[in-house]
């Protein structure tokens, strides 16, 4: 079982920055691909941003690329996404997950389906 906690959301002018951070309790964290995602109001969770269990390898969506940098620090069992030159496009809930199915292995699964495990989601609002 892995449990998931978002913090660090929040209200935020376009333009600035947030860092939010998932925090992982389970013994297999280290050994698990993990993920965010975000959902706006009236659309589908969409992929936003990946690192595999070592985090020496990530995937970004197009939309964040360059602006966002994921990592995790399997030692305090968390993950972190840093975000910058936000935009009123970035509003969303935001949230982190697990891909257990893919433990110790390479892939970097970026779609919804491939994850088992979710937190409940920070909000950010981006202000134009």
């Known amino acids: 079982q892995v449990q998931l906690v978002e913090s660090g959301g929040g209200l935020v002018q376009a333009g600035g920055s947030l860092r939010l951070s998932c925090a992982a309790s389970?013994?297999?964290?280290?050994?698990?691909?993990m993920g965010w995602f975000r959902q706006a109001p009236g659309k589908e969770r969409e992929f936003v941003a990946a690192?595999?269990?070592?985090?020496?390898?990530?995937r970004y969506a197009e939309s964040v690329k360059g602006r966002f940098t994921i990592s995790r620090d399997n030692a305090k069992n968390t993950m972190y996404v840093q975000m910058n030159s936000l935009k009123p496009e970035d509003t969303a809930v935001y949230y982190c997950?697990?891909?257990?199915?893919?433990?110790?292995?390479?892939?970097?699964?970026?779609?919804?389906?491939?994850?088992?495990?979710w937190g409940q989601g920070t909000q950010v609002t981006v202000s134009s």
């Open positions: 389970g013994r297999s964290f280290g050994s698990n691909a």
């Open positions: 690192v595999s269990w070592s985090g020496g390898s990530t």
């Open positions: 997950a697990a891909a257990t199915k893919y433990r110790g292995t390479v892939t970097i699964p970026v779609e919804v389906r491939q994850y088992d495990y």
